[in-house]
């Protein structure tokens, strides 16, 4: 059985660090995941909710901010708690795996001092020179 999420979106607030009765670090946020949709039809956005621990939340909440695009990879989890008034509620949240960066700093916000994003050129494509014998007798597949 499986149960992994991979996810990019954009985050709705600033990440929070928290930390747990037992020095443990956490941090909860939302991000901003575009469903697919169809030609004519208007664009729907989902709000997924995300729960990071320990070196994962440290990571996220020093370089990440709202409106960073986000990459995540984790599986999902459910809660059951009862709310103040005595309903018993469900909550799904994603736990962080492995998060990462999807666009440059420069990209992520107008303004900003970031590192210029890198690069691929395709200059000197044809650099190199095809290389025939004549046969294809001796390849191995």
Same mark, same amino acid.
């Given at each position: ?105 420069? $990209?992520?916000?107008?303004?900003? $001092? ?17 290389? $025939?014998?004549?046969?294809? $007798?001796?390849?191995?597949?």
């Amino acid at each position: 059985m499986f149960n992994l999420v991979v996810l990019t979106g954009r985050l709705t607030a600033d990440p929070e660090l928290k930390t747990t009765a037992n020095g443990i670090s956490v941090t909860s946020f939302s991000i901003a995941v575009n469903r697919s949709y169809r030609s004519g039809e208007e664009p729907q956005t989902d709000f997924i909710n995300i729960v990071a621990w320990r070196q994962r939340a440290e990571f996220i909440t020093k370089y990440f901010k709202k409106g960073s695009l986000i990459g995540i990879e984790g599986s999902i989890q459910t809660r059951r708690y009862t709310d103040k008034n005595g309903n018993p509620r469900t909550a799904f949240e994603v736990v962080v795996n492995n998060a990462q960066f999807v666009e440059s700093k420069r $990209d992520s916000a107008p303004g900003t $001092d970031g590192v210029p994003a890198a690069s691929f050129s395709n200059a000197g494509v044809n650099d190199f020179a095809e290389i $025939d014998n004549g046969s294809d $007798d001796d390849l191995p597949f």
